[in-house]
């Protein structure tokens, strides 16, 4: 079975500007959640998306904004990047049923934003 | 304060030593509660996963939450180089996919 894929694997950006991250989760997994990833501040939790809704949400302001298809496949979303957005993002999914469910990560998309 | 805090290390151990990492929590609420290791340029994978108080082995890891202390617990027994990662535990509450995850213990184990 193939595992989590996300693209791009790197970006750089320049502030003000936006960025679409994308995710594939596994095979029959419907929910995606997104996570920003840096020294300091560790995992944080952006948002987790289930059959197309947002189910949960962090405390992220609103240039984080994501969505998912009926594939599942999920789309993160940054506006009006700030330097502070440089960062590992992470998306993971599960089957979503359960809280327990396993939740399996991609590599994550390297954003640094200049 | 963080809901959750993780001594970032790094721990430095010789083979097959005894390691133990750990966490505490402010968050009552909390009943799930998973261990995840990641190595350099990789993401996260769970390791293992308890509910609410008490003891899961699992192979060469333990998982221990005393949720008296707001305190978890991972042991890994006979670590190996291969153990060399960073680990972190994450936690959430009963019906909720909102998980928080602590800053990571970054882990070596020297041959």
């Known amino acids: 079975k193939a595992g989590v894929t996300q693209t791009p694997r790197y970006l750089i950006k320049t502030r003000g500007q936006q960025v679409t991250l994308s995710c594939s989760p596994i095979?029959?997994?419907?929910?995606v959640s997104w996570y920003q990833q840096t020294p300091g501040q560790g995992l944080q939790f952006l948002f987790e998306?289930?059959?197309?809704?947002?189910?949960n949400k962090g405390n992220f302001p609103g240039r984080f904004s994501g969505r998912q298809f009926s594939n599942s496949r999920s789309e993160m979303n940054v506006s009006t990047l700030e330097l502070g957005d440089s960062a590992l993002y992470l998306c993971?999914?599960?089957?979503?049923?359960?809280?327990?469910?396993?939740?399996?990560f991609g590599p994550g998309t390297r954003l640094t934003v200049l | 304060q963080k809901e959750v805090e993780q001594d970032p290390g790094p721990l430095s151990v010789p083979e097959g030593a005894i390691v133990s990492l750990n966490c505490t929590y402010s968050?009552?609420?909390?009943?799930?509660f998973m261990w995840y290791r990641q190595y350099s340029r990789k993401g996260p994978e769970l390791l293992m996963y308890?509910?609410?108080?008490g003891n899961k082995e699992d192979g060469r890891f333990t998982a221990q939450v005393d949720k008296s202390s707001k305190y978890i617990s991972l042991f890994i027994r006979d670590s190996q180089p291969s153990d060399s990662a960073t680990y972190l535990c994450?936690?959430?509450?009963?019906?909720?996919?909102?998980?928080?995850f602590g800053t990571g213990t970054r882990l070596k184990v020297l041959a």
């Open positions: 993971a999914s599960s089957l979503g049923d359960r809280v327990t469910d396993t939740q399996y």
């Open positions: 095979s029959g997994h419907r929910s």
């Open positions: 998306y289930f059959s197309e809704t947002q189910r």
């Open positions: 968050n009552s609420a909390f009943q799930y």
């Open positions: 308890t509910y609410s108080s």
């Open positions: 994450a936690m959430t509450t009963s019906g909720t996919y909102k998980y928080i």
